[in-house]
């Protein structure tokens, strides 16, 4: 069965012309069913791609008026659009080998079928390819899906009662869903069930079932609900009530916000922090450091029961003796996050356990790497304590090893550190047990291999001096600036975020052309190889997160210098485990926490610990101290 991807293209399309800056922006918007009174070609005064397709010969019969459009026009649309099938064209395949493509829908007159396309073998337009996609929304059926772990336990304990009870229970549930999206219920079918035992859950008869339902849409239903809208909307109350702009209302909302700060000084979190910091967190992570979604819900769900005792204090602001900061994370490969989730006890378990142990009380918390899900693991576990996360941390990004955390590489003392797992199994590792940060590592890493190569760690609690000597300060509030620059700047994210992050773009617009990954040793490890514009070969080697980016032999950036890969429309952070063929994305370049960059350091966090004959090369960016946002709004919002 063919691939199938629908793209924001059609003959409705509008053409926005910038004639200060030179240049066309082909949609998103569209005159849609009012092409035949907007376009030019019918007398109107917006400009459509079916007026372009018309202007270039592409077609004849449509319209009445004549178009006259500047080649150069005509030209830069034809490209955008050329370059939009070729982007959905490779969003489909699964590797290079050359394809054949089926056009439908209005928009597949705007395509010279003569012209070639790269990796394409043959362009076909079936008759009455204009309206399928009408026909098919005519003839399409209504879907209900749903997704649940429950207890099945094996047919030869009870007769395969429970497991029926359960599966018929979700059965009904799914066809429920369809009838409430508008399916008649005589013609609604199961048509998938998964059923995944999920290995790592207590007791062993946890699975991930999910089930998909369709039905024949109901024409009457459907006739009835419009006529009930229409009565008390019209489309002009409505066109009232959507956004002046293209912008979408979210990133509207959550534009150019500034922080909040209680008359303590501490920097109070809200919801567009935490948005905020959830992608800068995915662009300090350098492709690794988990997956932050699930972490930014558990986020946002907090603040709701929490009332604001999500807080956020300066390094300088602790006690030199008394404060006493817990340093924790997650440990295992990134690609295990997306099917074991937390139970969200495992830091939480991992820091009792070092109270007990030093029979003192943690005052204060942040993050081991300000990197993924880790990024924003210390703000879940200061609301729940109820204690304030430092501003701060011991990478400035994500690495792979705990030995290149920055208090180990400047020879404090790796115990007493402990790791629990989602079930609450908890391992404790004292000053007699480990002699240093590498064979804590290696312990640790098997230990963690053991749980599901998933674990959270609490490492050891530094004082308010210790913060201040051995933690890289401001990374949370890096990872904010990042998010808000792109949040802010929605016309040119990438360039925002990385005049935010004072980097620079290392490859822009590439395509995804191979990637190659595996787990050894408890890493996921592999590359990724990215086509650029001018048609090199770029290749990013990772081992949990991204370490190098090479052209054949020559090493184009290296760690400690953040490698990141962002999708190329959205600016959205790729991971390693979630990067695939095909994706466009634009490589940055940002650089590392000027003590992560000394020879001491080097000799932990340099391109040599992973195995490269390449010295870093301090000159390739700019480094200055990272900024705080006490440093920039604090003073001004007390004034």
């Not at 922080?259 to 995915?282: N, Q």
């Not at 400047?410 to 199994?425: E, F, K, N």
Request: glycine share 8%; with cysteine; charged share 20%.
């Amino acid at each position: 069965m063919p691939d199938v991807v629908s793209l924001p293209l059609g003959g409705g399309t509008v053409i926005h012309i910038d004639e200060d800056n030179d240049t066309i922006c082909v949609g998103p918007d569209s005159v849609g069913y009012e092409l035949h009174t907007k376009g030019l070609a019918f007398g109107g005064q917006t400009m459509t791609t079916a007026d372009i397709a018309l202007a270039a010969g592409l077609i004849t019969k449509i319209g009445h008026s004549t178009v006259e459009i500047p080649a150069s026009v005509i030209q830069k649309v034809l490209d955008h659009i050329k370059s939009t099938i070729n982007r959905g064209i490779d969003r489909m395949k699964t590797n290079q080998e050359p394809v054949p493509v089926i056009l439908c829908g209005g928009g597949s007159i705007l395509i010279d079928i003569k012209e070639s396309f790269a990796d394409v073998t043959e362009i076909i337009r079936p008759p009455h390819f204009a309206v399928c996609n009408a026909v098919g929304a005519a003839l399409c059926s209504v879907s209900g899906t749903i997704e649940s772990i429950v207890d099945l336990l094996p047919s030869s304990m009870d007769g395969g009662f429970q497991r029926k009870f359960e599966l018929d229970r979700l059965t009904q549930a799914v066809q429920q869903q369809c009838v409430q999206n508008g399916a008649r219920p005589n013609t609604i079918r199961l048509v998938d069930i998964e059923q995944v035992p999920l290995t790592y859950y207590p007791g062993g008869y946890k699975h991930r079932v999910l089930l998909n339902a369709i039905g024949e849409l109901d024409l009457m239903k459907l006739k009835e609900q419009h006529q009930e809208t229409t009565e008390h909307f019209s489309l002009t109350d409505m066109s009232q009530d959507l956004p002046k702009t293209r912008q979408s209302l979210k990133y509207a909302v959550i534009a150019n916000k500034q922080p909040r700060f209680d008359e303590d000084g501490a920097w109070i979190i809200d919801s567009t922090d935490i948005e905020y910091i959830a992608y800068g967190v995915g662009i300090l992570g350098c492709g690794g450091g988990g997956e932050s979604y699930h972490t930014k819900l558990s986020c946002l769900e907090m603040l709701k029961t929490t009332n604001g005792k999500m807080r956020v204090i300066p390094p300088a602001v602790l006690h030199p003796s008394s404060d006493l900061a817990a340093v924790i994370g997650f440990m295992g490969a990134p690609t295990v996050s997306h099917e074991q989730l937390p139970s969200g006890n495992e830091c939480l378990l991992a820091i009792d356990t070092i109270e007990k142990y030093l029979s003192k009380k943690i005052t204060a918390v942040f993050s081991a790497e300000m990197g993924g899900a880790n990024g924003l693991r210390n703000l879940l576990v200061g609301a729940v304590k109820n204690i304030p996360c430092v501003d701060c941390d011991n990478m400035g990004r994500a690495f792979p090893r705990l030995d290149q955390k920055l208090p180990f590489i400047l020879g404090q003392s790796v115990t007493p550190a402990c790791m629990c797992d989602v079930r609450g199994r908890t391992v404790l590792y004292t000053e007699e047990m480990i002699k240093d940060a590498h064979e804590l590592e290696d312990v640790l890493r098997k230990e963690c291999i053991k749980m599901g190569l998933r674990g959270g760690l609490c490492m050891p609690p530094l004082t308010g001096e210790q913060v201040q000597k051995y933690s890289i300060h401001n990374s949370l509030s890096r990872a904010w600036f990042l998010g808000r620059a792109k949040f802010s700047h929605q016309r040119d994210v990438i360039r925002a975020v990385v005049r935010a992050g004072n980097g620079r773009i290392l490859i822009s617009d590439g395509k995804v052309t191979n990637v190659e990954r595996y787990t050894s040793s408890g890493f996921a490890r592999g590359h990724v190889e990215i086509e650029t514009t001018a048609g090199k070969l770029i290749t990013i080697d990772f081992q949990n997160e991204n370490l190098v980016a090479r052209c054949g032999d020559e090493i184009l950036a290296s760690v400690p210098d953040l490698i990141t890969l962002v999708e190329q429309d959205s600016g959205e952070p790729l991971s390693t485990e979630t990067v695939k063929y095909g994706c466009r994305v634009s490589v940055l370049l940002l650089p590392a926490p000027e003590s992560m960059t000394t020879p001491q350091a080097l000799k932990y966090v340099g391109p040599a610990v992973f195995g490269y004959n390449h010295e870093f090369d301090m000159q390739l960016l700019p480094r200055s101290a990272i900024q705080s946002v006490w440093d920039v709004y604090y003073k001004k919002s007390s004034a």
